[in-house]
C-alpha cells in the first residue's frame, strides 16, 4: 500500500476496486443474493480512511442491513409501489383539508410553552441518517444543501395565514407571508406545505424542501424535481425575499442545491460570511418525500468533509470542536446519547403509567 499512488475523484477506468461488504445471505427485495463481486461501493477507494460497514459497529435500531443496500430497497419500493405511495400521502393532504375548516386564528406568536403538541402535523418532516457509507453513485444522483443552524420547521400557508410546527407538532409561530395562501393579499384557496429552518432572531426561514404547492401534491415527485420547482416557484414571488409588515413577515429564502460532482468549496465559501451552518444535507435525486428517516437523505458536518469525502472545506467550517475524535467515536456518541434518552422517556412513560393505574384503584 506504501506505492499504491491514490486516484483522483474523477479517474475510475484504473482502479482496481476491491469489495466492501460480505453479504452472501442479505437479498433485497426481489429475492436476488447480493455478493462480493457485484455489489461494491467504487467511490470509498478514493480516500485514505474509508468507510466501510465493519469500521462503524453502530447499535442503531433502524439500521438493519448496509446502509447501501437500504437506499436501493427504498428506490426499488418507490418504483414497485408507486400507487401505494400515492394513497399514503393523501393522508398528509386531509391535514391541510383539516386546516381549512379550523376556526382562523389571529396573527400572533405562539410561546411552545404553553402549546400542546398536534397530532396530525407530528412525525411528517424527512429526517436523514449519518452517511455512515459513501454512495456508490455519489457524483452521479446525489445533490448536497447547506442546511443553516436554526429550528426545524413545518410551513403551513392556508387560509390567510401561516404557521410553523416543530417536527414533534409544536405550533411556534402564526404569521403571514407572501406564499400562496400565506396572507391576506394572496389567500385564493391555495395552500402550502413547506419544510424549512426557521431563523426566529434573523425573522428569516430557509425552505429545505416543498410537500405541497398551490394544492399540488409533491411527496411522489423525485427530488431533483421537486428542488426544480421549488425555486422556479420562490423565484417568481419577490415579496418573499423582503420583510413587509402585514404581507411577508418573515423572509422566505432559497438554500443553494448543488450536485456532488462538483467541489463544495466555493459554495462553502460564497455562505461562509452569511450563514451558520449546522451541516450539510445530501438528498438522493430520484427519492421522493419520505415521512421519518430515510437512507436517501444523509447528514454530514461540514468539519468531517476532509475525513470522509476528502474534500477541504473553508474557514470557520473546518473548525473541530475539542471532544471530537473522529467520525465513527461521533456517530457512537451520538447514538448512546439518542439511546439512553429513549430509554429514560420510556421508563418515565410506564412510571406515569403504574401511577395513573393506582391512583384509579385507589
Known sequence: MENLKMP????????????????????DMEGNNFSKKTHFNE????????????????????????????????????????????????GLLDVIFNLNVEKKMEVEEVPKSKCKPHKEYKNLLMLSEWM?????????????????????????????????????GFQLSVCRTALPGGSKQTYDNDYVLLDGIWLENKKICYVLDVLVWSKQDMINCECQFRFFWLN????????????????????ILTLPNIACDNNFYDCLESISTTIALDGLLFYHRRGHYIRGVTPLVNWLKTYMLPEILGMNVPEPYDEKPSTYINFEHHVQKITSLNKAKKEKLQKNKKQLQCEQIEEDMN
Request: glycine residues 2%; positive net charge.
Open 132 to 168: 455512515l457509507e459513501v454512495p456508490q453513485d455519489f457524483t452521479e444522483n446525489w445533490i448536497m444543501v447547506p442546511c443553516p443552524l436554526g429550528k426545524r420547521v413545518m410551513i403551513i400557508a392556508s387560509r390567510g395565514i401561516t404557521k410553523m410546527y416543530t417536527r414533534r
Open 8 to 27: 483522483s475523484a474523477f479517474d475510475v477506468e484504473n482502479v482496481n476496486i476491491a469489495p466492501v461488504f460480505d453479504m452472501k445471505s442479505v437479498k
Open 232 to 251: 422556479s416557484q420562490l423565484k417568481e414571488i419577490e415579496q418573499l425575499k423582503e420583510q413587509i409588515a402585514g404581507v411577508n413577515d418573515y423572509k
Open 43 to 90: 467511490r470509498l477507494t478514493f480516500y485514505k480512511k474509508q468507510i466501510k460497514k465493519n469500521n462503524h459497529r453502530l447499535d442503531i435500531d433502524f439500521v438493519d442491513t448496509p446502509q447501501e443496500i437500504r437506499r436501493q430497497q427504498m428506490l426499488d419500493y418507490q418504483k414497485q409501489n408507486r400507487y401505494k405511495c400515492l394513497n399514503e400521502s393523501r
